[in-house]
């Protein structure tokens, strides 16, 4: 197994493991935002980039998507490493300025603001990692967004820009946006779900037990054809909320008790 020193911890890897897997395995800290272990490497935000010791020189390298093939020493906090990833960080302060969840990050990466003109309105908050397209195309499997333009112009959107038909309503990419930009919205008066930015509407389900609003009817029917079983006590506990399906679960668990009695 190849072994790992980093910040002088000595770690074993399997083979083909990141140098973000190894500094996890050693307790320390890298910061990322492109990255989620249910998805393949980004290597978008940069904000992941440690210094690797070549002997006699070294170089930066995003720490989510370095295979380790052999021995390396690594530094996550050498002066290079920290100046590159605080200069993303500045970078990434000017397109999405009003993210909490990014300024929280840059606080603790001791990054206070940043000396670039913020980007155009049209530009702003998306930080073009590819987290919502991954987790569409690669968990899902709807590829209901992608990228779109080059360059400055570069955006996720849906096809055309318009309301994309491929969208199940899920909101994982609102879940694993790590800036907040992708939002989910109910419209409590024609029961749909919408994915903003992308004005994507689909139509909720509603409980039958109780008429509260659940997932979108496109995610329940997915979930079924996922579980490829032909049995009607599934398919009627998918309609249910949480609250009913404990509460129908309950009452056939003290009626089976009564028939035993």
């Excluded at 020493?73 to 100046?83: C, D, F, L, P």
Aim: a positive charge; hydrophobic letters at 40%.
């Amino acid at each position: 197994m190849p072994k790992v020193k980093i910040e002088g911890i000595e770690v074993n890897v399997r083979t083909e493991a990141t140098i973000l897997d190894a500094a996890i395995k050693a307790g320390i800290w890298i910061p990322t935002l492109c990255y989620n272990p249910s998805l393949q490497p980004q290597a978008a935000c940069r904000l992941c980039m440690v210094e690797l010791d070549r002997g006699g020189w070294s170089q930066l390298v995003t720490a989510c998507n370095y295979p380790v093939r052999r021995d390396i020493v690594v530094s996550v906090n050498s002066e290079r490493a920290v100046r590159a990833r605080r200069g993303v960080m500045e970078l990434l302060l000017a397109r999405s300025p009003e993210s909490k969840e990014l300024r929280e990050l840059a606080k603790r990466m001791g990054v206070h603001g940043t000396p670039y003109p913020k980007v155009t309105e049209s530009q702003r908050n998306c930080i073009l990692c590819g987290m919502c397209t991954g987790v569409c195309e690669e968990v899902i499997g709807s590829s209901a967004i992608s990228f779109a333009g080059r360059g400055v112009d570069r955006v996720v959107a849906t096809p055309f820009r318009l309301s994309s038909a491929d969208c199940i309503g899920c909101g994982a990419c609102a879940i694993i946006c790590p800036v907040g930009t992708i939002q989910i919205r109910i419209h409590e008066d024609t029961d749909e779900i919408e994915i903003s930015p992308f004005k994507t509407r689909v139509k909720m389900l509603q409980c039958e037990g109780c008429g509260k609003r659940m997932v979108s009817e496109l995610v329940s029917e997915k979930m079924i054809g996922r579980v490829k079983i032909d049995w009607d006590e599934f398919r009627e506990r998918l309609r249910l909320c949480p609250d009913c399906r404990r509460k129908k679960t309950a009452a056939a668990f003290i009626l089976g008790m009564g028939e035993n009695t």
